[in-house]
């Protein structure tokens, strides 16, 4: 008998024998002058009670002892992201803000000579930077707090070449606090860029003064203004300029003592890669998966930085960033960069495992232009357009196997919700890794998303996807792919089919698929384009593509 039905009979015979206690001297005269043969009635009704329990308590046994216990989730995959990691690539788009007396002066890198008179944006609204950069998806907005130039944009104690000795604001301005305040009153992150690179500071070539000096300033912004959500730091160096050894183990550690929840960009991460160019394009391979030890900044392979190491030891995903405009800061004479062209980025950065760090730069009066902001409302409007619908969703989902069995946990109508908490996931050593997707009627597309569940670490290493005619029933290859990770996306000409499939073809370990989407793109040009498209790329071709993007 189970411990419900046992509960249940003590509360029923607690009630019965308060009842039968309760009962007058009348009436159990009353009930003596009966006929002896009806006194075995109510007898009757608790024989028959007592049946009931007993039965239902042999079945409640015979279920608890013949259930099968849960499958569970199977062995993540080493490496694996921190939690400051996984919540950076959720994040998928981050905003760069290049800003500082070149904004003045028509320069990109600073000579760190030009007086601090230069630098006043006298309508200067960090409010506006930070409104724009969320409506337009970024969840994080980075600052070049110093560039090469070595002006500071908040009042340092360790320099005078600064906001301080500006007339901007009479010289009490902080343009860091300004964006610190309206980043932590819209919610998104906060992310600081300090040039290793000073050209104006003193000590710079001295390897002991210069590197104290570096490390106060960071303490500076990682102590004043809030939480910090990423540290951007580069190798970047003009030629003939003095040698200087920067100690990035110990400025690593500092950055993660001062600000736990925070990540470090660079070269060699420790926790975000440069992705080895500056055009907005990564490679049609590419490993969240690295080895650290094969990285140096400012000398790392840009081959390997592109790809990833599915073999690598380290979690280190990649950041892809590009400006908005040719130059990096804002020029009079330079325009933004089409809708249709930042979407094409999208794609080859979001849409291959990376964030997309777009620079916007603020102009000389301190507000980001009309020019630039009307590309990012377009830019949200056709990607919104194109990813809002999933025809998948339409499908019956099945699959080649399941986990266990177990269709509610791990089934494969797991990849129709958003979120790396479910997923699909096949039984253990099988030959066959395949979703299929049955549509009532026929759908057209010409866009392919799939997502891993990273906090499981990264699987997949090649996929593809057919449909099925109709008419034949045969399979017909559509697209080819290699490696997944957080997001990938893939164009190709539009096909139209009532039947799916989505196979993987080879995975570090079992794979498990957390989202799939098909999608009607009506607006890139790869999309539109009917004539035979590259779909997938070898590594030298890749970096053949970067050399001629690099070159026109």
Known sequence: MNVTS???????STKDTTRLHSRTEEDE????????????????????????????SIVSLFKISNSTPLKPHPLPILPLPSSQQLQWQ????????????????????????ADPSVFNPTHLNA????QIAKDSGFSRVILTAKHHDGFCLWPSEYTDYSVKSSPWRAGTGDVVAELASAAAAAGIGLGLYLSPWDRHEGSYGETLGYNEYYLSQMTELLTKYGEIKEVWLDGAKGKGEKYMEYFFDTWFSLIHQLQPGAVIFSDAGPDVRYIGNENGVAGSTCWSLFNRTNAKIGGTDPLYSLEGDGFGQDWVPAECDISIRPGWFWHALESPKPAVQLLDIYYNTVGRNCLFLLN?????????????????????????SVFSNNLARKAAVNSSSVRGGQSSKFGPKNVLEEGLDKYWAPEEK???WELYFEFQDSVSFNVLEV???????????????????????????????????????????RVESRSLKLVVDKARTDPLISYVGIYMDKF????????????????????????ERLTT
Do not use: Y
């Open 6 to 12: 046992k509960h249940q009979l003590e509360i029923f």
């Open 29 to 56: 005269e009353i009930v003596e002058e009966k006929n002896p043969l009806q006194s075995s009635r109510p007898m009757s009704l608790i024989t028959h009670f007592f049946f009931f329990f007993f039965v239902f």
């Open 90 to 113: 959720l994040g998928s788009m981050a905003m760069f803000l290049h800003f500082g007396p070149n904004t003045f002066t028509d320069s990109e890198w600073g000579s760190g000579k």
């Open 127 to 130: 409010t506006q930077w930070v």
């Open 360 to 384: 916007v730069p603020p102009n000389s009066s301190g507000l980001i232009s009309e020019q630039d902001i009307k590309v990012l409302e377009e830019f949200r409007e056709i990607k919104t």
């Open 430 to 432: 099988q030959k066959e």
């Open 451 to 493: 997502q891993e569940p990273i906090q499981m670490g990264q699987r997949v290493a090649s996929f593809h996807l057919e449909t099925r005619n109709i008419g034949s029933g045969k399979w017909t290859r559509v697209v080819n792919g290699t490696t997944v990770g957080l997001k990938r996306l893939l164009r190709f000409p």
């Open 524 to 547: 890139s040009v790869s999309s539109r384009n009917s004539s035979k498209i590259t779909i997938t790329r070898t590594l030298q071709e890749e970096q053949q593509l970067i050399s």
